[in-house]
């Protein structure tokens, strides 16, 4: 066993190696993904744990093999679904409902512990999860701690000393673990008061009081820190990537002082590991590096992908402390700008007076683990790319130019600028046709008729009863659909049988909705594998990977599309399956689209123009699919916006023009639809106070949005603002299993009722049905359409007099 002795005082500076901030914790065939499932479904905990076991002690192993040597090189994320909600569990954050359940801060890598972990995330029958939300501008999501009102923290200190000893068993050196830091701790939980039915926390004080609870928070930091020591650990990671942003409810200005006191405190702590601090998903600042350079930390890392190098002035305080330079990004597939990272890291070199390392900007845990494994990619396009291993492989090339440099190095530095222009010189990669299109739109492309026209037409064409009753879109992807595609992908069922399967299930998901009395239908998306990569399988543009798998959320994982060139549509995509749909029913069918936005977010987007411009492409794509379906008949036409708030700037200065041409994308999109035609857009698990001038900005007809995780917070800040279009704000939480009882839903429909007026309000889950069974489909909406039959009545009711 690796272990070292616990010395006497505070360990002595050191230099920490060439490292990465994180690793994909799935796996590389979503081992991860498969054992929590497995799990979830009723399987033994002890499978659970050994899986979990043996993914860490792989992860470790194979980073090292990678080149990732010395005492601290390797970080060890130890979290089985979420880096978040481990921090929280290690710091017995529980909330009182779980407690009240017999679910109590405990080891999160015991059976136990694994039981409390997959409770907070997913609920249980009786019990409402942790709120989900993004991870800052990022397709992942993380769970939403609860501070409640006189909370104490209780640091699960030797579980994180065992978890230690277990990663340092399997490895050659000691490994570093990894652990969110107090100060973004705080800023990502959320002050919470009282309760929902189902036992949802919900409301906030004064959200500044968070940091009063800094100091508690971190003696518990302190805790696990000695134990880490006791345990032989010689670094450990504090990622603070909130210090990136200035978008918090708490000023910057005590933000910045209450880092400066926390690291003071963390520093002082007796026989404590060396602290590496990074700052990512931006640029930090000179006020965070003067926090953090004054506070005793013995490393800090920076984004350079995000950032500008530091002036000299800016790194005066952090003299003598190991600088990590973040030079290589964690958050695309391209592969980095060699020359620019040289150039980076001399001018760091010309700056800091200290020992600087390479690392990555933020964790690789966003993008896929190899592409040595696409063998099916173009070659051409494959050499422009740099999934996790690759990736590792140039943090280690440029470490080098730190030590004298290597012929290797320069090599690179070659190749890399002849594939780059290469790449420029792409066919696919500039298509004059598409240019030409999106520099001939205008201002009245972006614009549709006045809203209340709108309404009386869609009214009179639709006839829809109040609280209309709909779906965000996707039904359950059973086993057999998935056979079908995959025997469809291998060669095994022919276009013909193909077509004929998933017509069948298409007229029994339209079946099931007219049985269980759904006034606007869907056709389920069975022949869909992922609401974006689907899309990108149809566009030019795009190419899609086979194992280029990331974590999303909990198990769900997708693949990411390459978007590498000139987006256009050779074809219609959606139409034949929309108008099979129609054709079995006489009540409405949405048309179902992914906005321009969400596509952009959640594809590995090209680096070689504006995002607005590659959005303003997929959107004259989109528009071309809304003149079609409008064509065919099509009266509904839901374009997805899930991401609008994913890709919000970290900065608030910059955000005003995100939401620009973010919305401006959104209405060149359906900016074709007439006034009958219905526009429906769908967001989810964000912050939407933040945007809600953009959500109205957007003039879909209807909007449909999460509420129920977050305590339906987003209905009250809708009235604030004044919207007056449809809204539906989802009363069912579709990512947990728990089956919503009619009298929970029917509280939640007279809410928005009385806020938002019985006009406007749709009834609908909060989100595709995709990842859900369908028993518990069935039944959540069987009390969906229940619970909104009483609601109607209620409002039918004539007033009683007084």
Not at 384 to 390: E, N, T, V, Y
């Amino acid at each position: 066993m690796n272990t070292i002795p616990s010395p006497s005082g505070a360990p002595r500076p050191a230099t920490l190696p060439t490292t990465v901030l994180g690793y994909p914790r799935i796996g590389p065939d979503r081992e991860m993904k498969k054992a929590l499932e497995a799990y979830w479904g009723g399987g033994d905990p002890a499978a659970l744990s050994a899986a979990l076991s043996s993914q860490r002690e792989r992860t470790l192993q194979h980073l090292q093999g990678l080149g990732l040597r010395g005492d601290g090189a390797v970080p060890a994320d130890g979290a089985a679904i979420d880096q978040v909600l481990d921090a929280a569990v290690l710091l017995g954050v529980v909330p009182a409902r779980f407690r009240a359940a017999g679910l109590r801060p405990v080891d999160p890598d015991s059976h136990d512990g694994l039981a409390l972990v997959s409770a907070l995330a997913r609920g249980t029958e009786e019990l409402a999860p942790l709120e989900l939300t993004k991870w800052f501008d990022t397709n992942y999501h993380y769970y939403v701690p609860e501070l409640e009102p006189g909370a104490r923290f209780a640091p699960q200190g030797e579980a994180v000393a065992r978890r230690y000893r277990a990663f340092a068993d399997a490895s050659a050196d000691l490994p570093r673990l990894t652990l969110l830091g107090p100060v973004s701790f705080l800023l990502l939980a959320k002050v919470t008061t009282g309760a929902l039915e189902g036992g949802a926390a919900h409301g906030r004080t004064d959200p500044r009081s968070r940091l009063d609870l800094l100091p508690d928070l971190c003696q518990a930091y302190a805790t696990l820190l000695q134990q880490l020591r006791a345990a032989g650990a010689s670094w450990v990671q504090l990622e603070e990537p909130a210090l990136a942003s200035d978008g918090w409810d708490v000023p910057r200005e005590p933000i910045i002082a209450g880092t400066a006191a926390a690291y003071r405190q963390l520093a002082a702590v007796s026989d404590r590991p060396n602290l590496f601090v990074p700052v990512s998903y931006g640029a930090a600042g000179a006020e965070v590096l003067e926090a953090l350079g004054g506070s005793g930390v013995e490393a800090v890392g920076i984004d350079l992908e995000r950032g500008e190098v530091p002036t000299a002035a800016e790194l005066a305080p952090l003299r003598g402390i190991t600088l990590a330079a973040g030079v290589v990004g964690g958050r695309n597939i391209w592969r980095t700008d060699a020359t620019h990272a040289v150039r980076q890291l001399d001018e760091l070199r010309e700056r800091h007076r200290g020992p600087i390392t390479v690392s990555t900007a933020t964790s690789l845990q966003h993008v896929p683990h190899d592409v040595a494994r696409e063998r099916a990619l173009d070659p051409e396009i494959a050499c422009w790319l740099a999934f996790a291993d690759q990736k590792i492989t140039e943090v280690l090339s440029l470490a080098s130019h730190l030590h004298g440099g290597s012929p290797e190095l320069e090599s690179w530095c070659r190749e890399d600028a002849d594939r780059r222009a290469r790449r420029a010189q792409h066919p696919r990669v500039h298509v004059a046709a598409v240019r030409d299109r999106l520099a001939a739109v205008h201002a009245g492309d972006r614009r549709r008729g006045p809203s209340a026209v709108r309404r009386e037409a869609q009214q009179a064409a639709l006839q829809l009863p109040p609280l209309p009753t709909t779906t965000i879109g996707s039904f359950p992807q059973t086993a057999q659909i998935r056979r079908l595609r995959a025997a469809h992908r291998r060669g095994e069922l022919g276009q013909e049988g193909y077509v004929d399967g998933i017509r069948e299930q298409i007229a029994q998901c339209v079946a099931h909705q007219e049985q269980l009395g759904l006034d606007v239908l869907v056709h389920g998306e069975a022949e869909r594998n992922d609401m974006v990569q689907y899309f990108a399988e149809l566009l030019e543009g795009f190419v899609t990977t086979t194992h280029g798998w990331v974590q999303s959320y909990g198990s769900r994982c997708l693949r990411p599309p390459v978007l590498f060139g000139d987006v256009h549509r050779p074809q219609a995509m959606t139409v034949e399956w929309t108008r099979f749909a129609a054709s079995l029913t006489s009540r409405p069918v949405k048309g179902m689209l992914t906005g321009p936005v969400t596509i952009l977010a959640w594809s590995f987007v090209r680096d070689d123009q504006p995002l607005s411009e590659t959005s303003d492409q997929i959107a004259l794509a989109l528009r071309d699919e809304v003149d079609d379906l409008q064509r065919s008949g099509t009266q509904i036409i839901q374009v997805d916006e899930p991401a609008l708030r994913e890709l919000l700037p970290l900065r608030e200065a910059d955000r005003p023009e995100y939401l620009r041409w973010s919305v401006d994308s959104f209405r060149l999109a359906t900016g074709s639809a007439g006034a009958e035609t219905q526009i429906h857009t769908h967001l989810c698990y964000s912050e939407f106070e933040t945007v809600i001038e953009a959500i109205d900005a957007l003039d879909a007809d209807v909007t449909t949005v999460e509420a129920s995780r977050s305590g339906f917070e987003v209905v009250s800040a809708l009235a604030r603002h004044g919207f007056s279009r449809g809204i539906g704000p989802g009363v069912w939480d579709i990512h947990s299993p728990r089956v919503p009882s009619v009298d929970e839903l029917t509280e939640r429909l007279r809410l928005a009722v009385s806020v938002l007026g019985a006009a406007t309000v749709w009834s609908n889950p909060d989100c595709g049905l995709k990842t859900r069974g369908w028993p518990e489909t069935t039944a959540s909406l069987e009390n969906l359409v229940r619970a909104t039959a009483a609601v109607r009545a209620e409002i039918a009711a004539p007033a009683v007099p007084v």
